[in-house]
T-cell receptor, first 115, second 108 residues
């Protein structure tokens, strides 16, 4: 595709439910990132996948959050037992590799609202 | 600790006036810094990176290690510059640490 694709674009759910957010990176990009954009909090790093290496999960705020990346392409971010403080825009980004820093290309995000 | 601080949440200037968006960082090592921009109804996108030492859309940013700053500047603001601007620091191999962002409004 032309860019990073995220779905759904909006998700409203009740507190306590589980949610899954999907990210399709740019074809050929081996690095994939999840960030969270909360009101007044800026952008927070959540998790980073690079090829077949173990992911960097250092930004996940609690054990209710998990993510996987199947086949080195599509990624799913799962939030279990959602809380109201989970309400935010969840952004996915991807980048090439090849040595040195590669610019991250962002998707439109998923706006998650917990009632 | 690695941290990026953008002290101004909101900045408003008139068209044609100079604009400066402030960014300070905390990093033990040689930093690599970026400015990202998000225009209304568009995706977050890279504006410029200090290592390139380039000017994009009339914007420049100079890394000042003594003051640990990476302020974004433009001599003559244009209405289309209105957007949300984020300063970011590269942490480790690929992870970005973002500031809280500055919403820039250019008044006609």
């Amino acid at each position: 595709g032309a860019g990073v694709s995220q779905s759904p674009s909006n998700k409203v759910t009740e507190k306590g439910k589980d949610v899954e957010l999907r990210c399709d990176p740019i074809s050929g990009h081996t690095a994939l990132y999840w960030y969270r954009q909360s009101l007044g909090q800026g952008l927070e790093f959540l998790i980073y996948f690079q090829g077949n290496s173990a992911p960097d999960k250092s930004g996940l705020p609690s054990d209710r959050f998990s993510a996987e990346r199947t086949g080195g392409s599509v990624s799913t971010l799962t939030i279990q037992r959602t809380q109201q403080e989970d309400s935010a825009v969840y952004l996915c980004a991807s980048s090439e590799t090849g040595g040195g820093y590669q610019p991250q290309h962002f998707g439109d995000g998923t706006r998650l609202s917990i009632l | 600790a690695q941290r990026v601080t953008q002290p101004e949440k909101l900045l408003s200037v008139f068209k044609g006036a100079p604009v400066e968006l402030k960014c300070n960082y905390s990093y033990s090592g040689s930093p690599e810094l970026f400015w990202y921009v998000q225009y209304s109804r568009q995706r977050l996108q890279l504006l410029l990176r200090h290592i390139s030492r380039e000017s994009i859309k009339g914007f420049t940013a100079d890394l000042n290690k003594g003051e640990t700053s990476f302020h974004l500047k433009k001599p003559f603001a244009q209405e289309e510059d209105s957007a949300m601007y984020y300063c970011a620091l590269l942490s480790g191999a690929q992870k970005l640490v973002f500031g809280q962002g500055t919403r820039l409004t250019i008044n006609p």
